[in-house]
């Protein structure tokens, strides 16, 4: 091909490039909006690889507990110190993992940086290739402690108030 049959593409070449720009902005504002609906209905986010092994983790957890998010990345959720779960809340929540289900408002108590208890909520969603191959869960968190300790109180009273 010579110089002037090359010249002639130029003007494909500037299209397909706006396109690919193009393209690329409009897959920069849908992870912006992704990202801001995350972070208004939850604390935090994170992502498990198909081992369990957590392999991101974001910032709000640090909020939630005091602790690095950083800390959590490749560990699974029972090798994670300080979470507050019977070994059969254990057993029940590897077995859900394992069969690659979907779980919403898995609450939990886990003990913060200071050692207080905390109370979290995970929801999760399996992760699946193109080939349906399972590599994983990504989730969102969010610290019910408020919600719990009302919830804890409101119990006691119950049972405990002479007006009951």
């Known amino acids: 091909m010579s110089w002037v049959g090359l010249a002639r593409l130029l003007p494909c070449f500037a299209v397909i490039g706006g396109q690919i720009n193009s393209l690329r902005r409009r897959l920069r504002e849908s992870e912006t909006r992704f990202r801001s609906l995350t972070e208004m209905s ?3 986010y994170w ?8 392999t991101s983790m974001s910032a709000g957890v640090e909020q939630s507990v005091g602790i690095d998010s950083q800390w959590h990345i490749g560990k699974t959720r029972w090798e994670v110190p300080g979470i507050l779960l019977s070994e059969r809340e254990w057993d029940a929540d590897k077995a859900m993992l394992q069969a690659h289900q979907p779980f919403s408002d898995f ?3 886990r003990l913060g940086a200071e050692g207080e208890t905390r109370y ?7 992760i699946f290739d193109a080939q349906g191959k399972f590599t994983g869960y990504r989730g969102v968190g969010k610290d019910v402690t408020a919600a719990k300790i009302a919830e804890e109180r409101i119990q006691y009273l119950a049972y405990h108030d002479s007006l009951t």
């Open 42 to 44: 939850s604390d935090f």
């Open 107 to 109: 609450t939990y108590g």
């Open 47 to 54: 992502e498990q690889d198909k081992n369990f092994r957590i």
């Open 120 to 126: 979290l909520s995970i929801s999760g969603q399996p």
